[in-house]
C-alpha cells in the first residue's frame, strides 16, 4: 500500500510539473537494465531538453559514479529509500565538474551513473525513481546561478520502477 | 577486422563479435571497424538445394570485390603542470552555496562543483582531428586506478567507465568536441592526503551513414600524483609528483588490441562492467 502511495505521490508531483509552463528545462529518465538480481548495480541515463527560449545550465558533477548535481528520490514497497550512510562521513568525495550548456529545444547528454551508490537495493522487491533539479539563477541560464534568484521550483523527472529479484544478497554497506 | 555491433551502456560494454554462422546467414550486418587502405578481398557466392543437382550445379559462381575501408584521426591533450589548492564553494542541495573550502584539484579551477567556472584551467583536456568529416567524434573514459589516503583512511576506485556513456565531460562550444577533466575533493581539515590517478581516454568516431556504430580512433593514458598538507596556521599546500598529464603517448586503435596496459579492451575497443566507484576502509 505504501508504494502505491509513493507511486501516486511521485505521479501527482510529475504531473503538476508538467503542467508548470514556467519550467526552462524538463528532465527525461531511463535505465538500460530494469529488471536486476539482488546485489547488482542499478544505472540512469538522466537527460535533461531545454524547452525555454535561451541557453540553459546543465553543469555535471560526476563524483564517485553518480552525477551529484540532480537529487533523486528512490522508494521501495515500504516507502521512502534511505540514503546509504558512507563509512567516512567525514571526508568528502572525490569528483569532477563537467560544464554543460544546452541550447533551446536541444538535449543534454546522458549523465546520471550508478543510483546504487547513493541508495541500497539489495532487498527483492519493486522500487520507484524519481529524480529532480533545482532551478537557480536566472532560468539557469549560464553564469547567472549565483548571482540571481528567483524562487523557482524543482524540476521532477518521469518516474521508472525497477525490479530485483531474490536471492537477497547482504548489501555491502557502509562505503 | 569486422564485428557484428558494439551498444555500450554505463553498465557494460562489449563487442558482439562475428561468427562464422553469420557468415552463412541470407542476410549479414556488419562493420569494417578499423581503416585499411590495400583491397580487402570479399568473395561470395550462394547455393540453392535443389533435388538432384550434383554440387556444383546447386552453387554459383564466386564473386570477387575489393573494398578500401578509408578513416585516420589522433587526439592531442593539453595538461596542466601541476596540481592546486583552490578555494571552491560547496553544494548544498545541488546549489552553491557558503563560503569557499580548499579542495586538491588537478587543474586550476574557481567557482562551485554545481556549476563549474568556464574561466579556470582543467587538468587536462583533449582536441580530436584527422577524422573523415562525415561523422561525429565522442570519448569514452576508463578509470584504471584512483586511491587516496587521508591519514589513515585508504580509498580505492574499481576500475570501470567514468560516469557515463559516451564520457560527459565535453568543453561547451566546442566543435569537433573537446573533452576534460579536472579530479578534485574537498580536503578535510585535520587530515593529511595524497591522490595517485589513472585514467585512459578513447577517440571514437560515429560515421554519419545510417546505422553506422562508433569506431574507436585511438586512446591516451593520462594521471597524476600529488598530496596535499597543513601547516600549523590551518592553511593548505599541494605537492606535485613527477610530472601529471599524459603517459605516453597517443596509441591508435587496432584490431589486434586485446589491452592498453591497464584494462582489456576486445579487438580494440574499450569494454567494461560498471562504473567506476570509490569505496574506503
Redesign the interface.
Same mark, same amino acid.
Given at each position: 500500500m505504501k508504494f502505491l502511495f509513493g507511486l501516486i505521490m511521485l505521479g501527482v508531483a510529475g504531473i503538476a510539473y508538467s503542467q508548470t509552463s514556467q519550467q526552462p528545462f524538463t528532465i527525461t529518465i531511463s535505465t538500460?537494465?530494469p529488471e536486476v538480481i539482488s546485489g547488482d548495480?542499478v544505472?540512469l541515463?538522466v537527460v535533461m531538453t531545454n524547452i525555454s527560449d535561451h541557453d540553459v545550465?546543465c553543469? @555535471?558533477?560526476?563524483? =564517485?559514479?553518480?552525477?551529484? =548535481?540532480?537529487?533523486y528520490e528512490v522508494f521501495d514497497e515500504q516507502g521512502p529509500v534511505p540514503k546509504i550512510r558512507?563509512?567516512?562521513p %567525514? @571526508?568528502? %568525495?572525490?569528483? !569532477? !565538474?563537467? #560544464?554543460? $550548456?544546452i541550447k533551446p529545444g536541444e538535449n543534454s547528454? #546522458? !549523465?546520471?551513473? $550508478?543510483i546504487s @551508490?547513493l541508495y541500497d537495493f539489495h532487498r527483492p522487491g519493486k522500487y520507484t525513481i524519481q529524480v529532480s533539479? #533545482?532551478v537557480?539563477g536566472d532560468d539557469q541560464r549560464p553564469g547567472t546561478? $549565483?548571482t540571481v534568484h528567483n524562487n523557482q521550483p524543482e524540476v521532477k523527472s518521469n518516474t521508472i520502477t525497477i525490479t530485483v529479484s531474490g536471492p537477497e544478497v547482504p548489501p555491502d554497506l557502509p562505503? | 577486422m569486422r564485428i557484428a555491433d558494439y551498444a555500450p551502456t554505463v553498465a557494460s560494454a562489449k563487442v558482439k563479435e562475428l561468427t562464422d554462422a553469420d557468415l552463412k546467414k541470407a542476410n549479414i550486418t556488419f562493420y569494417w571497424v578499423y581503416p585499411q587502405n590495400d583491397n580487402i578481398p570479399v568473395t561470395y557466392k550462394y547455393c540453392v538445394d535443389i533435388p538432384g543437382a550434383d554440387a556444383d550445379g546447386k552453387c554459383s559462381l564466386v564473386a570477387k570485390a575489393a573494398f578500401t575501408v578509408s578513416g585516420g584521426g589522433t587526439m592531442t591533450n593539453t595538461p596542466y603542470n601541476q596540481l592546486t589548492i583552490d578555494q571552491l564553494i560547496p553544494c548544498e542541495n545541488n546549489v552553491p552555496s557558503g563560503s569557499p573550502g580548499p579542495a586538491l584539484v588537478y587543474g586550476n579551477i574557481t567557482g562551485s562543483d554545481c556549476i563549474a567556472n568556464p574561466g579556470g584551467s582543467w587538468g587536462i583536456f583533449f582536441q580530436p582531428s584527422g577524422a573523415p568529416s562525415n561523422g561525429t567524434y565522442s570519448y569514452v573514459q576508463l578509470i584504471n586506478s584512483d586511491t587516496r589516503t587521508l591519514n589513515t583512511i585508504s580509498c580505492t576506485s574499481s576500475q570501470g567507465v567514468d560516469l557515463s556513456y559516451p564520457y560527459a565531460g565535453i568543453i561547451p562550444g566546442t566543435n569537433p568536441p573537446q573533452a576534460l577533466d579536472a579530479p578534485n575533493f574537498a580536503l578535510p581539515s585535520g587530515y593529511a592526503v595524497n591522490r595517485n590517478f589513472n585514467a585512459t581516454m578513447f577517440l571514437m568516431w560515429t560515421s554519419s551513414l545510417t546505422g553506422s556504430i562508433p569506431v574507436p580512433i585511438g586512446y591516451q593514458t593520462w594521471g597524476f600524483s600529488g598530496s596535499a598538507q597543513q601547516d600549523s596556521n590551518g592553511n593548505w599546500s599541494a605537492t606535485t609528483n613527477g610530472t601529471p598529464g599524459p603517459i605516453g603517448g597517443f596509441v591508435p586503435s587496432s584490431g589486434a588490441q586485446t589491452t592498453d596496459g591497464y584494462t582489456t579492451l576486445q579487438d580494440g575497443y574499450p569494454i567494461w562492467n560498471g562504473a567506476a566507484a570509490e569505496t574506503c576502509n
Open positions: 538500460a537494465k548495480s544505472y541515463d545550465d553543469t @555535471i558533477y560526476a563524483s =564517485n559514479a553518480l552525477d551529484r =548535481n540532480y537529487r558512507r563509512k567516512y %567525514e @571526508i568528502g %568525495e572525490t569528483g !569532477s !565538474s563537467f #560544464p554543460c $550548456m547528454r #546522458p !549523465s546520471g551513473g $550508478m @551508490i533539479r #533545482p537557480w546561478a $549565483m562505503r | -
